[in-house]
């Protein structure tokens, strides 16, 4: 539980420092965990890999949110929602950079035969994703995959 306790101390600094924006944001992610928490079939509090699959959840959402304020002019609510995503992208892991991902990539490729098979894709993905674990968002391990296997 070492991330949501560090969400939680977060959320008391910021409140201190009167710092609405992170307050608001530590807010709602603490209550996008509880209602993870609460719904399911298996109740109870979340381990580490699960919070991190919440707040992961949260960043992509408030990735989508900006990219669409974009588009329809509304820049001051992207910018928000830009912030907001900053802000628990920080609790996420390190991810990796796109010629680490590549390096990997290749590799998993030769060692499933090396011929630039699209057919492969599945398996090349999946051992990827076992390598990288949450160092690498899945679309851009796909969208690697797919780079490297000509399809």
């Not at 307050?23 to 209602?35: C, G, H, N």
């Not at 890999?49 to 707040?55: H, N, P, R, Y």
């Amino acid at each position: 539980m070492a991330i949501l306790d560090d969400v939680r101390a977060d959320l008391t600094t910021a409140m201190k420092e009167r710092d609405q924006l992170r307050t608001s944001t530590l807010r709602l992610v603490l209550a996008a965990v509880t209602a993870a928490e609460t719904s399911g079939v298996s109740r109870g509090e979340l381990d580490d890999a699960a919070v991190l699959g919440v707040i992961r959840s949260e960043v992509k959402k408030r990735n989508e949110s900006a990219e669409i304020y974009a588009q329809n002019g509304r820049a001051e609510q992207a910018e928000h929602e830009k912030a907001e995503a900053e802000i628990l992208a920080t609790y996420l892991p390190a991810q990796l950079d796109d010629d680490a991902l590549a390096a990997i990539v290749a590799e998993e490729v030769a060692a499933a035969g090396g011929d630039a098979d699209p057919k492969a894709k599945g398996k090349v993905i999946g051992a990827v994703r076992k390598r990288v674990g949450d160092q690498a968002d899945g679309g851009r391990i796909a969208a690697a995959v797919s780079a490297a296997l000509g399809g």
